[in-house]
């Protein structure tokens, strides 16, 4: 399993564009990439410009279909102005998970 985390921060006044964006980003995911295992969207608590995204797919393959699909070229273009600096990203292997059902 491959793991992908990225922290990005919106400019003043527009982190509900951001949050807007992302939610139509994550429609895309639920319906449109099925090796997308889990896709997560955090407001972080102390910063409300700050979000993080957690993603995990079934191979490094379809990270690489997810980071280069359209509505995710779309994002990155339009988000690209109302970002305070860069997106940080962090992806790899999966040394360890712990998943429950309820």
């Known amino acids: 399993m ?12 527009y982190e509900g564009a ?8 994550a429609d895309f995911i639920q319906s449109d990439e099925p090796e997308t295992v889990d896709f997560r969207i955090l407001s972080d608590e102390q910063d ?6 957690l ?19 779309r994002f990155l273009w339009a988000a690209r102005s109302m970002l305070d600096g860069p997106m940080t990203l962090s992806m790899g292997e999966e040394i360890f998970a712990k998943t429950t059902t309820p």
Do not use: Q, W
Request: charged content about 25%; hydrophobic content about 45%; overall charge positive.
């Open 2 to 13: 491959i793991s992908s985390t990225t922290i990005l921060r919106a400019k003043p006044g």
């Open 18 to 25: 951001i949050r807007e964006a992302l939610l139509d980003l």
């Open 48 to 53: 409300a410009a700050v979000f993080t995204l």
């Open 55 to 73: 993603g995990r797919f079934t191979t490094r393959d379809a990270l690489h279909r997810h980071l280069n699909a359209e509505l995710m070229e």
